[in-house]
């Protein structure tokens, strides 16, 4: 292995370490809002920190070694995709900070009624899937699994779009518990963004090992892989 | 202990005054570049450190030049025991006109060594480490002037290890070679770093960056900066450094 190898390898194995600290994060904030836990939930708030340092530290490492060894072709696009992906991943890190949040400020136990209503169980395990997904999909430089999230991410989209009716209509029936509400509705919008970042991800993972840049193109062609299609 | 050091180094050819109180220090077992346009003195720095500028005439040396705390330029030392401790490799490949194997075993003949087996070893061992082993093992009688640029350097590289140096000095070792030798002389480099403390003259900014912990921005005979080769590349303090390895200037 020469030198770039290695600092190249390095790279690789502190990203999936971001990905690993970050699926815990929103795994944690999962756990602390269905149990309502507030000591878990300040756990995740601390862990936040770790989250931020290790961006700064990975956003370093990538402007070292293009400082350093120059990168090409396939380097660069993997330095420059490390660079974007480490910023996603940072932001979902934020995401489960603020649904912990949420769990520190809100008096009464979620409302279970609502949460079932809403379907946020099953938007936290999608997401968990679909983050699960982008990481294999990094660590084994498979774009047909990169490519596979944007189809999962159509559940994320289609529970976020029904969640105004859903809330909405616990609302009329139960007007003491409005907080609630509208605490239950940021976070559905939260973890709709959760698959939004998941989906740069993707498109990232794609630009660096297949030089295709999906930024901006319908659904229907990111899906493809190549050969694939008109 | 620093194993290298210079405090307040002056050199002059003549009246020239070619190097103006240089202070740094090196650790052990890295890589320093030493950079600049040319005629700053990088390479009358490095030959401090062999005592190469001994053999100008009109050369004047104040200040210290000290290799694991020991002044190299006290009377008590013996240039011969210097040289075998510093080894240096130059910009042109210099193999002597003789078999590959004589080549590597020169120095420890000329040092006395007369056991054949130890010898053999010795050359084997000083192949490996340069990585020319595989290349060269089936024609070891052949003549060094047979092989191609980058197999001549590295095999003055086994040459200079064989006799167990524990400071490397390198004047722009690849400048003569093609990329490929190139990439192989540093990745020689870096491996080699875990063994020796190697010093470097380049005129290739990206090289430096490549193989260097450590780079020494050299001008006009001053050092302006000297500090991790990560920082120099990034973010280095002066603007005179900054010119340079942007290359708005030199």
Known sequence: ?230 | MQKIESNNVHLYYGTFHALKGINMSIEKNTVTALIGPSGCGKSTFLRLFNRMNDLIDGVRIEGQCLIDAKDIYSKEVRIEELRKRVGMVFQKPNPFPKTIFENVAYGLRVNGITHSTFIEERVERSLKQAALWEEVKDKLKKSAMELSGGQQQRLCIARALAIEPSVLLMDEPASALDPISTAKIEELIYELKSQYTIMIVTHNMQQAGRVSDTTAFFYLGELIEYDSTKKIFTNPTEVRTQNYITGRFG
């Open chain 1, 1 to 230: 292995m020469t030198h770039l190898d290695v600092e190249l390898k390095n790279l690789k194995n502190d990203m999936l370490e971001m990905f690993e600290l970050v699926l815990s994060q929103l795994n944690k904030s999962k756990e602390a809002l269905f149990q309502f836990d507030k000591d878990l939930a300040r756990e995740v708030l601390v862990n936040e920190k770790r989250v931020n340092g290790f961006e700064l530290k990975l956003d370093r490492d990538c402007e070292n070694i293009i400082a350093l060894f120059n990168p090409v072709a396939i380097d660069l696009r993997f330095v420059l995709a490390c660079m974007k992906i480490n910023s996603n991943l940072e932001r979902i890190g934020d995401i489960a900070e603020g649904i912990c949040q949420f769990v520190l400020n809100i008096k009464l136990d979620p409302e279970k009624e609502l949460l079932e209503k809403t379907r946020l169980l099953e938007m936290f395990e999608t997401g968990a899937i679909i983050l699960t997904d982008v990481m294999t999909a990094f660590e084994m430089e498979d774009t047909r699994l990169a490519r596979s999230v944007f189809k999962k991410d159509e559940i994320l989209d289609q529970i976020n779009m029904n969640a105004n009716e859903s809330v909405g209509d616990f609302i009329k029936n139960n007007l003491d518990r409005i907080n609630q509400s509208l605490y239950t509705l940021s976070i559905i919008r939260k973890l709709e963004r959760v698959g939004d970042q998941c989906k740069n991800i993707s498109e990232e993972i794609i630009f660096y090992i297949e030089a295709k840049v999906l930024k901006h193109k319908p659904r229907s062609q990111k899906q493809e892989m190549p050969g694939e299609g008109s």
